[in-house]
């Protein structure tokens, strides 16, 4: 059974930055596209960014482009995903998902975290 565990989240002041962290277990960690994906309170899950499996290709919501940066470490088994100029509207739990293909779609992953809390006050 895969299992991804996020790390990283926190509560943090409008402009500061964070670090969130996803390791894979029992799984072939190179062989997955990997991405982050938030929900808001009221709001829908959205895609904030994706990474291919090689990390070749990656892909960021416009909400979060120029000041999120995804990254991988098929060594370590890990993803990253950089937080940077947080906004209270970056307030969410963040989840990390892995599936076969660098999508958007949520549907698309097969495996995902329990989700990391990450609140920006203003």
């Known amino acids: 059974q895969v299992q991804l565990v996020e790390s990283g989240g926190g509560l943090v002041q409008a402009g500061s930055s964070l670090r969130l962290s996803c390791a894979i277990s029992r799984g072939t960690f190179s062989s997955y596209a990997m991405a982050w994906f938030r929900q808001g309170p009221g709001k829908e899950r959205e895609c904030v960014a994706v990474i291919s499996q090689r990390g070749a290709y990656t892909y960021y919501a416009d909400s979060v482009k120029g000041r999120f940066t995804i990254s991988r470490d098929n060594a370590k088994n890990t993803v990253y995903l950089q937080l940077d100029t947080l906004r209270p509207e970056d307030t969410a739990v963040y989840y990390c998902?892995?599936?076969?293909?660098?999508?958007?779609?949520?549907?698309?992953?097969?495996?995902w975290g329990q989700g990391t809390q990450v609140t920006v006050s203003s």
């Open positions: 998902a892995a599936g076969f293909s660098p999508v958007v779609i949520s549907s698309q992953y097969t495996y």
